[in-house]
């Protein structure tokens, strides 16, 4: 059973940083050939931030581009997501999600495998 578990979320002031950490377990890590953030606000749709493959290749959502910075460690199984210069507007819940398709984007329904999520607050 695929467990994707996220940490490092929290409270931070306008400016903050943040480094979210996202550890997979129970399946061969190396097919994760795709691993992704995203994140949610009530009401809205959940949006893309960043996705990797497994050799590296990233892809970043418009407004992330610059201040967020996607990463796996495969011998530690887990994605990180490093967010700088963060905004009121980062605010939201945030998502691991893993696939083991041949295809890697930031398409949503391309992740069978998501975790619960860690809350970000950006205050001002």
């Known amino acids: 059973q695929v467990q994707l578990v996220e940490s490092g979320g929290g409270s931070v002031q306008v400016g903050g940083s943040l480094r979210l950490s996202c550890q997979a377990s129970?399946?061969?890590?190396?097919?994760?050939?795709?691993m992704g953030w995203f994140r949610q606000t009530p009401g809205k749709e959940r949006e893309g931030i960043a996705r990797i493959s497994f050799g590296g290749t990233t892809d970043y959502g418009d407004s992330m581009k610059g201040r967020f910075t996607i990463s796996r460690d495969n011998a530690k199984t887990t994605l990180y997501l490093q967010m700088n210069s963060l905004k009121p507007e980062d605010t939201a819940m945030y998502y691991c999600?893993?696939?083991?398709?041949?295809?890697?984007?930031?398409?949503?329904?391309?992740?069978?495998?998501w975790g619960q999520g860690t809350q970000v607050t950006v205050s001002s």
């Open positions: 999600a893993a696939s083991n398709g041949s295809v890697c984007s930031l398409q949503e329904a391309i992740f069978p495998y």
């Open positions: 129970g399946y061969t890590y190396s097919t994760f050939f795709c």
